[in-house]
């Protein structure tokens, strides 16, 4: 890999994995090798890329529930760039209505969230979108969950606060992302590669869209990152 391979933030559903989800394996190698920071910016909870990177071996640089928390690295203190408060009145009124989060009673999804909700969606978005304005928080699809959470916040905001957080301009990442939640991320770095399960209303805001889907996607966007860089 050319030494001067820019700092690479990446989404993980979609982008990282296969289309059930399930992280492809082939990413491993290129994520420990990487010779530039890498930063995990997901809408998961915070365990959830906490522990790819610490299975991979790297940095804990992470950016999760999509930009209400940002880890530096492990020494330093988690930051967090919303509160939970009205999400958590949010989640209640929610419920209170009838309507359920989705994830059955261990509630994994939402277990160790600490600035926003997902919910199924399998349940109704329409009173959802209604209590969120309510609230004055955004509604976001992924694709995979819905997630409500402050309108302030978002992957952009948060990787400008982890770029000043390691000395870096944010036009320095490269990012690659599948999903609306990774737009405003690919607006703040400053290379954004779409993979090619991404919807067409996120492609547009990308500089390249790979041929190929998923994990094969991630792969296919590290090349073209490295010819450009070459
Ligand atoms: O949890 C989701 O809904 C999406 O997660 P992602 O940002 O890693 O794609
Ligand atoms: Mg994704």
């Known amino acids: 890999m050319p030494e001067s391979l820019p700092p690479l933030t990446v989404d993980i559903d979609g982008t990282l994995t296969d289309d059930s989800r399930a992280v492809d394996p082939r990413v491993f190698p290129v994520l420990q090798s990487w010779p530039s920071a890498v930063v995990i910016a997901t809408g998961k909870a915070m365990p959830y890329p906490v522990s790819l990177c610490e299975f991979l071996g790297i940095e804990t640089r992470v950016i999760a529930e999509n930009g209400g928390v940002v880890i530096p690295d492990r020494q330093r203190d ?109 607006e703040i770095a400053g290379t954004a590669v779409a993979v090619d399960n991404a919807p067409d209303s996120v492609k547009p805001n990308a500089d390249y869209t790979t041929s190929k889907a998923y994990g094969g996607g991630f792969l296919e966007a590290v090349e073209w990152l490295s010819e450009r860089h070459r």
């Open 78 to 186: 988690v930051i967090f760039l919303a509160d939970p408060e009205t999400v958590e009145s949010l989640a209640r009124a929610y419920q209170e209505r009838g309507h359920s989060l989705g994830w059955g009673s261990s509630d994994l999804v939402n277990r160790w969230r600490a600035t926003e909700l997902a919910v199924s969606r399998d349940s109704p978005l329409d009173p959802l979108v209604e209590l969120a304005d309510e609230y004055g928080l955004t509604v976001v699809d992924t694709g995979y969950a819905y997630h409500v959470h402050e309108a302030s916040v978002d992957k952009g905001v948060a990787l400008q606060r982890m770029a000043s957080e390691l000395d870096r301009n944010p036009g320095e990442f490269a990012f690659i992302g599948d999903s609306p939640n990774d737009v405003p991320g690919f």
